[in-house]
């Protein structure tokens, strides 16, 4: 079975700051996706990022870095230079067949 | 930018009624999904659906769901005997292509349904 664990609930940080949220994956399967989605105030799933789990090369887009580790089953998403709208709850989420998602993070970003 | 859409953005309903929730997938798309969550938590999936049939559906998806797609357009969630706790905001999405995990979902931006 596939499970995503999400462990922090809610971060807060203030503008400016970098942060980073953890993402642990769970699968016996050696093909697989990682994936983070991005839910903002008004509901919407907004996909951010794919993953195949046979490529581990870190990726960077803008603010946005990636850091996928095999080794830790572990696939952290950082935003650097946070902003106020980058408020959102962060989804990652697994799939093999279906996708899975993790509980989700809550970041507030403050100004 | 192709979008799916759902129908109706919210709905209220009385406990024991029969809803039901509709979705127009991206038209080149072969894959359609329904995902619930519930409020402040997570995303969960309920079934996926490819050529007229039920692919995989989760524990969440009971007798008391159906899916359809009636006209080739529309993907449609029925929700029998409503309760209380399928209060809860619905997302239908859809995805092309035949690698079941790689390809990207796209969601629609859901149906809210309040039980009462």
């Known amino acids: 079975a596939q499970k995503v664990t999400q462990a922090q609930t809610e971060i807060s940080v203030v503008e400016k700051e970098d942060v980073t949220l953890d993402c642990v994956y769970e699968?016996?399967?050696?093909?697989?996706?990682l994936f983070w989605y991005k839910q903002p105030p008004s509901g919407e799933l907004v996909f951010l990022i794919r993953?195949?789990?046979?490529?581990?090369q870190n990726e960077i887009s803008g603010r946005y870095s990636w850091n996928f580790q095999k080794s830790t089953s572990s696939f952290n998403f950082t935003i650097t230079a946070s902003q106020v709208v980058d408020s959102a709850v962060y989804f990652c989420?697994?799939?093999?067949?279906?996708?899975?998602f993790g509980k989700g993070t809550t970041l507030s970003v403050s100004s | 930018e192709p979008e799916v859409t759902q129908t109706p953005s919210h709905q209220v309903t009385q406990m024991g009624q029969e809803v039901i929730l509709r979705c127009v997938p991206i038209?080149?798309?072969?894959?359609f999904y329904w995902y619930r969550q519930i409020l402040g938590q997570k995303v969960e999936f309920l079934v996926s659906f490819y050529n007229n049939e039920i692919s995989e559906k989760s524990e969440i998806f009971d007798d008391q769901f159906s899916v359809e797609r009636p006209d080739g357009s529309n993907f449609t969630l029925k929700i029998r005997s409503t309760k209380l706790e399928d209060s809860a905001m619905y997302f239908c999405?859809?995805?092309?292509?035949?690698?079941?995990?790689?390809?990207?979902?796209?969601f629609g931006a859901g149906s809210r349904l309040t039980v009462l």
């Open positions: 038209s080149n798309h072969l894959y």
């Open positions: 699968t016996r399967d050696t093909t697989y996706y």
């Open positions: 999405a859809s995805r092309a292509g035949r690698s079941s995990g790689a390809n990207v979902l796209t």
């Open positions: 993953r195949n789990s046979f490529d581990e």
């Open positions: 989420a697994l799939s093999v067949t279906a996708l899975i």
